[in-house]
């Protein structure tokens, strides 16, 4: 048998073994503490434009008592549909601040996506920056929305805004027509609420950690997506682990700021984890629009040291796939944190020679706010594992029977802790969690001796070929190595003679790339019933807004390209 939590032996001096999320009585006066402490700080730096803690303080109590003098009850919900701009985090701490509920939406949405959640949240105000607000006029006489306050890419950003403002409408032209004029909604302008608010007054609502904060909802990878209930005490508890496990590294960085690079969307569950972490530390975040726009991304990293730098593996894969990123100055990185999806070890070498700095793994959902495994931050080289639970996070990994499984062997993981949500809003939650209470993530897990943990796949991915498991990510990782392959994904696809084949997906460079130099390659790399036994060229794979490839909608692509399959 395990020894019990092997893991607590690997941490480092400075990091606690728990934290207690009940030393705050809620999740304000978490926030308020951060305001306090780092009032004068800058808090955020976008397209060259600073706002400091006290800036965020004041925009958010703003939009708090503009919210409340709108009527709606304590516990309402509102949702908030932006990219990275400024007045993302005074809206998100403005609803919580009122006594609401808020739910992040992603503005890449469709119609279908958005109306799914709004009605399955129950939102009923919604700030939408205005570039997204064709996909709302689609579906809104379908919600509850009553209220809708506009906001621009600028409205933050001063006489700077104004030119932004101009460039993104008149210029770039990425701001679709809409028309939110029926008189059924009232629609405000975000300068309007914000100046409106300055003036009405604020009833600070009495809060509990056991509230409803947020409810986020996860992929939609499997069908329409679910919102997770995060409570006030998960958001605190999150922002002490995070804050808990990354001391040993912030506590050494001698500069009066740290900045981290804030270019994962703060709507994403790991963003937003980071931004409490973040806020936590006094950090500055160097906020990045528009993530997929590499050129201008690599310009604003030119233009001040950065000392954290968390993306996925698509993010940090595509800034080094650009010729410029190696000319930057990377003296003052101390942290690059990978998560969201499984690291590349090609991409985590290529990262550390290029940068000096080590990635990182780390592992977490939105069920438990992004906050579960992680490495230990002083470590030098990358090793392929998620590391370890952070503090207050039990783990077990567990077979389809439910017995706990031996060391080194593939099984579910399953976790609990302070941050770990409670279940899924307007769903019967019982079989998410084991009979003693751990969550079921879904992923497959093994975990060594050290109780250290290596992710092997998703257990809805994991393809089953003549009664063995094979794990997509696995063969991915060694397919990348292979001349000519850009980007690659894998599926399982049904077979009559083993059940499952493996089927992969490629994004090839040229077109000198053949079917036959690429099953050679597997076939010198692999075991023989992990070798693909098909292989499709495609020019680019399906991924989510943060660079997860979605291999669902390959099943679906091949499902419907071979429907007698």
Known sequence: ???????????????PKTINPD?????????????????????????GVTHTYHDVDKASLAVAAWLQSQGLPQGSVVALMMPN????????????????????????????????????SGAQIIFVVDNFAQALEQVIGETKIKRIVLSKMGDMMGLKGILVNTIIRQVKRLVPKYKLNDPKYQVTKLPDVLKKGKNLPFQKPKMSLDQKAFLQYTGGTTGLSKGAILSQRNIVAAAMQSEAWTRPI???????????????????????????????????????????????????????????????????????????????DFSSLRISQAGGMAATEQTATRWLETTGCAMIEGWGMTEGVAVGTANVITDRKFNGTIGVPVPSVDAIVIDDEGKRVGVNQAGELCIKGPNVTSGYLNRDSSDDFTSDGYFRTGDIVSMDEKG??????????????????????????VMLDCDGIVDCAVIGIPDERQGEAVKIY???????????????????????????????????????????????KLREKHHADHPQQ
């Open 23 to 47: 030393r705050y009585s809620s999740i304000m006066e978490l926030y308020e503490e951060c305001f306090d402490r780092f009032r004068m700080h800058p808090m955020s730096i976008c397209m």
């Open 250 to 328: 912030t506590s050494e960085i001698n500069e009066v700021y740290i900045n981290m690079v804030m270019a994962l969307p703060l709507y994403h569950i790991f963003a937003f984890m980071l931004s409490l972490l973040g806020m936590r530390s006094g950090y500055t975040f160097i906020l990045i629009p528009n993530p997929r726009d590499i050129p201008g991304f690599i310009k604003t990293l030119s233009k001040q040291p950065f000392h954290i730098f968390p993306a996925v593996n698509t993010l940090f894969k595509g800034l080094l796939d650009h010729p410029d990123f190696k000319h930057l």
């Open 452 to 477: 250290y943990f290596r992710l092997l796949d998703r257990k809805k991915d994991m393809i089953l070929v003549s009664g063995f498991n094979v794990f997509p990510n696995e063969i991915e990782s």
């Open 1 to 15: 048998m395990m020894p019990n939590k092997p893991w607590l032996a690997n941490y480092p001096d400075g990091v």
């Open 506 to 552: 490629v994004v090839p460079a040229d077109n000198n790339v053949t079917k036959e130099a690429i099953k050679e390659f597997a076939l010198d790399n692999l075991t023989g019933y992990k070798c693909p036994r098909y292989i499709e060229f495609v020019s680019d794979l399906p991924k989510s807004n943060v660079g997860k490839v979605l291999r669902q």
């Open 85 to 120: 701009v400024p007045q993302y985090l005074p809206t998100m701490i403005g609803i919580l601040r009122a006594g609401y509920v808020c739910t992040p939406v992603n503005p890449l949405y469709t119609g279908r996506e958005l109306r799914h959640q709004l009605n399955d």
